[in-house]
């Protein structure tokens, strides 16, 4: 007995003394701080600068540069080490995007990216590297991360004690720009991450705002909208499910539908409701991609340790998850693009797709939904009143508002045409991936456009812009467009995104964002129908 128990001591003595003892340059600033601060953008140069010291199988590059003049760092993993595109298809391993620090003050996620590069590279997530090339992005937001002030996020309780701004030097929300792509961070991330290395998946690392749910994480999928549904369907049914449970088990951290409810509504909650399901969100913009977007959302009132060990649970789970089903995902997102493609060669003219959608509520509730306590009470004016109390409870069968119905379709087109005058719009189309045909000589085309009877403008600024919304209805039109105009064929990998732009009653489309606004002014368009400058072509 005595020499077993002397057997166990040893081997556990042997565990904790053979794990991986790192270098005191490679802890982060949080665990520095005893988890009261987080990285400048000079800490976080300064720990990729050292990893990469230590390890053949990271290659650092820059996706862009910020508006201050801050190179944003891309950190490719891979064994073998992988330093291009190219390279990448040769191995064969899809390729994996995580990024953090979208939103300044919402630091979770790149602290623990951080973490994860010197686990994945030095320590005891290695296999993570067998069957995907991961590319990490810690910083996104890299002028706002150094604009730190205390009390800048008051539902984070001053843990850490100081953060950085939401918006970019611009101004700028960075997860409102995935369609206008004004700022030079979300054109660094198309051009140089989401076309150069084509990812298969893209997850966004935030925290949340506010409500008092009983989760560590929650978390959302991509909502494809006017996409193809094959992704949604993976991630939501058989990803998230999984993942779920591992970060449980490993983490001890719960996880659950991201989303909000409201005491005015009811105490116990009877509904919770999901963000929008417009691709100005980045992870939205993935679905119409044909590929995977995970939101993952860290409860804002835990301390922020317990934030980043939710958050690195949820993304080292990720990472186990694609790393042992890497070639389905792969096969999931292609069947999507093949389905998108085929779609509009056997069905343009014939079917419509939404452009418009409203929140509904999913088939199945929520069993039961985890939530601090509320507790009610009369206050002096005889009213009854709400206060959180201290302990969590499960409320049953919650609605779950995270599913998007078409309020308004239109028919599927083949293809669209533009005047030259236009040409400022397919440049935008170009920088997002589509193929644009520049025509070589005259064509006449039978096609429809879109008469508008009404344009109206929001009262109230948003992201810089007035947003518009247009009101008509499709007309025949045979029209000549001329050499130098311009064709983009539907038939390409990117249709369903070139659908929602186009379209003028889309309701995140380039007229939303006022793209169109001086040319339909320039056609009195306040005071008389005008027609959109975009023809749509049905092939028959």
Do not use: C
Request: hydrophobic content about 35%; overall charge neutral; charged content about 25%.
């Amino acid at each position: 007995m005595k020499k077993l128990i002397y057997l166990s001591l040893f081997f556990i003595s042997f565990q904790i003394t053979s794990q991986h003892v790192i270098d005191h340059n490679l802890l982060t600033i949080p665990e520095k701080s005893n988890y009261e601060k987080t990285s400048t953008y000079a800490e976080v140069m300064s720990f990729i600068n050292e990893i990469q010291k230590k390890s053949d199988f990271i290659h650092i590059e820059f996706m862009g540069t910020s508006k201050e003049g801050k190179e944003m760092p891309l950190v490719i993993l891979a064994n073998p080490k992988i330093s291009n595109p190219e390279e990448a298809k040769l191995s064969g391993k899809p390729v994996f995007y995580v990024q953090g620090n979208i939103h300044a003050g919402e630091v979770e996620g790149k602290e623990v990216l951080q973490q994860l590069m010197r686990d994945i590279l030095l320590g005891d997530k290695q296999h993570l590297l067998q069957n995907q090339i991961l590319l990490f992005a810690p910083i996104y937001n890299t002028d706002s991360n150094d604009k730190m002030e205390k009390d800048r996020r008051p539902s984070q309780e001053d843990s850490p004690i100081e953060v950085g701004i939401r918006e970019n030097s611009q101004g700028l929300d960075l997860n409102r720009d995935g369609i206008k792509m004004e700022a030079l961070e979300t054109e660094s991330l198309i051009a140089n991450v989401l076309a150069k290395w084509n990812p298969e998946i893209l997850v966004d690392l935030h925290t949340t705002n506010g409500t008092w749910h009983g989760y560590g994480i929650t978390y959302a999928p991509s909502y494809h909208s006017a996409g193809e549904s094959g992704t949604y369907n993976y991630t939501w049914n058989t990803m998230l499910p999984e993942i779920t449970k591992a970060v449980d088990a490993n983490y001890n951290v719960k996880m659950g539908n991201y989303g909000y409810y409201y005491l005015q509504e009811s105490w116990p909650p009877k509904a919770i409701y999901t963000y929008n399901h417009h691709p100005r969100y980045i992870v939205n913009l993935m679905g119409l991609r044909n590929k995977i977007g995970i939101l993952s959302e860290a409860f804002a009132h835990d301390r922020f340790y317990k934030r980043m060990n939710g958050t690195y649970g949820f993304v080292a789970e990720i990472l186990e998850f694609t790393n042992k089903n890497a070639q389905k995902i792969t096969e999931i997102n292609a069947e999507a693009e093949k389905n998108a493609i085929e779609n509009v060669k056997n069905n343009a003219g014939k079917i419509t797709k939404g452009v418009r959608f409203k929140m509904v509520a999913l088939d199945e509730n929520i069993e039961n939904y985890r939530t601090y306590n509320y507790i009610p009470f009369i206050d002096e004016d005889g009213k009854q009143q709400y206060v959180r109390g201290t302990h969590i409870i499960e409320v049953p069968n919650v609605k779950n508002y995270a599913k998007f119905e078409a309020t308004v379709k239109s028919k599927l087109p083949s293809g669209y045409y533009l005047p030259k005058a236009m040409e400022f719009v397919v440049n935008h189309l170009k920088k997002h991936g589509i193929k644009v045909e520049e025509l070589q000589k005259n064509k006449t085309v039978k096609g429809e456009v879109f008469l508008i009877d009404s344009l109206k403008k929001s009262d109230r600024e948003f992201e810089g812009h007035f947003m518009a919304t247009a009101e008509g209805n499709y007309v025949s039109k045979t029209t000549t467009f001329k050499k130098g105009d311009f064709y983009i064929d539907m038939a390409q990998p990117l249709t369903n995104l070139i659908f929602y732009m186009l379209e003028p009653q889309s309701d995140d489309g380039l007229l939303t964002w006022n793209f169109f606004d001086n040319y339909l002014a320039s056609k009195n368009v306040n005071s008389k129908k005008v027609e959109f400058p975009v023809l749509k072509y049905f092939k028959k």
